[in-house]
């Protein structure tokens, strides 16, 4: 089953979501002290990721082409809206925003990385779950401590995060007929690098050091693939 590997993953993040609304009435001291801790992990975890690049230029010409595209059609607006919209239908008013804030950094915290891709691919190609797999138990413990600090907008990511691995993992079945395996291992590492610098700019919202519109610069993620496809191409 192609999407075996998606749907654990999926899972693992529902159960921890669930068990982490049984420690939310935590005192705040505690909650933004976790928070911070979160937000470091979650910086190293991009450093780890963003140093894996092989050719910069090709990571900041899709940071600019994504940036601009992103505030061109407002990318983090429409997400927001999506959360809160979300968050209209299970609570009040008051509670939209952070349910909003919850749905969008989980989603980007679980959806943007190497495991996901490398995971989806894996299952789509080689029916191998295995890293999906690894990957769900990691997000469920992620998600258990972001439940505690960022309320159940949490549980919602799982619809995000099942339909980017599992789309991959359905037009994996097809990848070897559009492109070599050369490029297809250059087109990850670059993609990874450019998502590892989108999770360091997660990280560093959570430590409330700054506040960077992390939703503009998701069509970074679309673009790397068509600067590294010319970059090969001429470079």
């Not at 968050?87 to 909003?100: P, Y």
Request: hydrophobic fraction near 55%; charge should be negative; aromatic fraction near 10%.
């Amino acid at each position: 089953m192609v999407l075996f590997g998606t749907l654990v993953n999926g899972a693992c993040i529902i159960v921890g979501s669930i068990i982490g609304l049984f420690f939310t009435k935590i005192p705040e001291r505690f909650k933004e002290t976790v928070m911070h801790g979160i937000g470091l992990a979650v910086v190293l975890i991009g450093m780890q990721m963003a140093f894996s690049t092989e050719s910069i230029i090709v990571v900041l010409m899709s940071l600019l082409s994504g940036a601009i595209i992103g505030e061109f059609i407002h990318v983090e607006e429409g997400l927001n809206r999506l959360g809160n919209w979300i968050g209209s239908k299970f609570t009040t008013a008051n509670e939209d925003f952070s349910m909003a804030q919850g749905f969008i950094t989980a989603s980007l915290i679980f959806g943007i990385g190497a495991m996901s891709i490398i995971g989806a691919l894996d299952s789509g190609i080689r029916g191998d779950h295995e890293v999906l797999i690894t990957k769900g138990v990691i997000d469920g413990f992620v998600a258990l401590v972001l439940t505690t600090t960022l309320g159940y907008g949490v549980i919602f990511s799982v619809f995000s995060v099942v339909l980017y691995e599992g789309t991959i993992a359905i037009l994996a079945t097809q990848i070897d007929n559009w492109m070599s395996e050369a490029f297809l291992n250059g087109f990850i590492t670059e993609l990874t690098s450019v998502g590892g610098l989108l999770i360091i700019a997660i990280g560093l919202n959570l430590l409330n050091l700054m506040k960077i519109r992390v939703g503009n610069l998701l069509p970074a993620l679309i673009t790397v693939g068509i600067i590294y496809y010319f970059y090969e191409l001429f470079v």
